[in-house]
């Protein structure tokens, strides 16, 4: 949250990009992302699960399949659209980051898929729009 006695300008001019800084923006989408999904009947089991091998933002259960959700949350299209930002490389890493978790946690071998859930923010940093795209990467 920003400091309230530092100008809505002297918090842009270090290094916040919106009035919400890229730490918040991100635990804003990845909130409005989990209460989504709560809503449509998934269990949250975990969220910003750090591994060696990358970082997990929701591990989910969706009946019987666990459900790997990366969150993107956007401000603007400026550095492309948020789906993008999930290229081969960012999938290996998520694969292998997902089986390393659900192995660690004794749940792997299992049906499992990756979800992607894009939260846009207006220019205040407030969720104006949410897609949730299944089985983004056809696991």
Same mark, same amino acid.
């Given at each position: 949250?920003?400091?309230?006695? =530092?100008?809505? !300008?002297?918090?842009?001019?270090? +290094? $916040?990009?919106?009035?919400?800084? @890229?730490? #918040?923006? %991100?635990?804003l989408?990845?909130?409005?992302?989990?209460?989504?999904?709560?809503?449509?009947?998934?269990?949250?089991?975990?969220?910003n699960?750090?591994?060696?091998?990358?970082?997990?933002?929701?591990?989910?259960r969706?009946?019987?399949?666990? =459900?790997?959700? !990366?969150?993107?949350?956007?401000? +603007? $299209?400026?550095?492309?659209?948020? @789906?993008? #930002?999930? %290229?081969?490389?960012?999938?290996?890493?998520?694969?292998?980051?997902?089986?390393?978790?659900?192995?660690?946690?004794?749940?792997?071998?299992?049906?499992?898929?990756?979800?992607?859930?894009?939260?846009?923010?207006?220019?205040?940093?407030?969720?104006?729009c949410?897609?949730h795209?299944?089985?983004?990467?056809?696991?």
């Amino acid at each position: 949250m920003l400091d309230p006695r =530092v100008g809505k !300008e002297d918090a842009l001019d270090r +290094g $916040a990009r919106t009035p919400l800084n @890229l730490t #918040a923006r %991100g635990r804003l989408g990845e909130q409005m992302a989990a209460s989504f999904l709560t809503e449509r009947g998934y269990r949250v089991l975990a969220r910003n699960q750090h591994t060696p091998l990358g970082e997990l933002d929701l591990v989910c259960r969706d009946h019987a399949e666990m =459900v790997i959700v !990366e969150v993107k949350s956007r401000s +603007g $299209a400026l550095y492309g659209s948020a @789906l993008e #930002a999930i %290229g081969p490389l960012k999938a290996r890493r998520l694969r292998s980051a997902a089986v390393w978790w659900l192995s660690s946690h004794g749940l792997f071998p299992c049906p499992m898929r990756f979800d992607a859930v894009v939260v846009d923010l207006d220019a205040q940093g407030m969720p104006c729009c949410l897609q949730h795209v299944r089985d983004l990467l056809g696991a």
